[in-house]
């Protein structure tokens, strides 16, 4: 018949179109570079809360009651996910880890937290790594 070529054509053309964007493959994945603007202020906020504020200095010399060191879980946690603008991705996944998983050592009140919250709390080694 004569709609058979033509409905043939169109699906062709349809199939092209669905296959053809490339646009559509780029997964919100955890590369940084084009990280997420929202994780610049995610990071912001959680510096000026947990860091700036002298909550995490006061859980890591053991000086915070649990409430304290529950908020500073709290914001770690928020860490999760998100991509600095600089340095490597597996890297700050490494010390947001390190950083989740210490003050949830202080949280449970496990023995040596203190000094594991010390170590992940390292200013100057993530900036140096993750802020310009
Ligand atoms: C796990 C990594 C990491 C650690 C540990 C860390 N920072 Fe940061 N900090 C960052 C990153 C990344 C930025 C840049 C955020 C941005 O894009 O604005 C930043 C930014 C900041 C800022 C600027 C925030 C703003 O308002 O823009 C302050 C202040 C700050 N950090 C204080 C501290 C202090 C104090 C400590 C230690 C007690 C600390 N940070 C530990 C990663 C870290």
């Known amino acids: 018949m004569i709609h058979y070529p033509l409905v043939s054509s169109l699906l062709l053309g349809l199939s092209l179109l669905l296959a053809a964007?490339?646009?559509?493959?780029?997964?919100?994945?955890?590369s940084?570079?084009?990280?997420?603007?929202?994780?610049?202020?995610?990071?912001?906020?959680?510096?000026?809360?947990?860091?700036?504020?002298?909550?995490?200095?006061?859980?890591?010399?053991g000086e915070e009651p649990v409430e304290g060191r529950r908020e500073l879980l709290e914001l770690f946690q928020r860490l999760e996910g998100t991509s600095p603008s600089i340095g490597h991705q597996a890297d700050w996944d490494k010390r947001v880890k390190a950083l989740v998983a210490a003050a949830e050592d202080a949280v449970d009140d496990k023995e040596g937290y203190a000094k594991r919250l010390r170590k992940a709390v390292n200013c100057g080694a993530c900036h140096k790594a993750h802020r310009e």
């Open 21 to 30: 964007p490339p646009s559509a493959k780029a997964p919100a994945g955890p």
């Open 32 to 61: 940084n570079a084009a990280a997420d603007p929202s994780s610049d202020e995610v990071i912001a906020e959680v510096m000026q809360e947990g860091m700036t504020s002298g909550l995490a200095k006061r859980v890591a010399k």
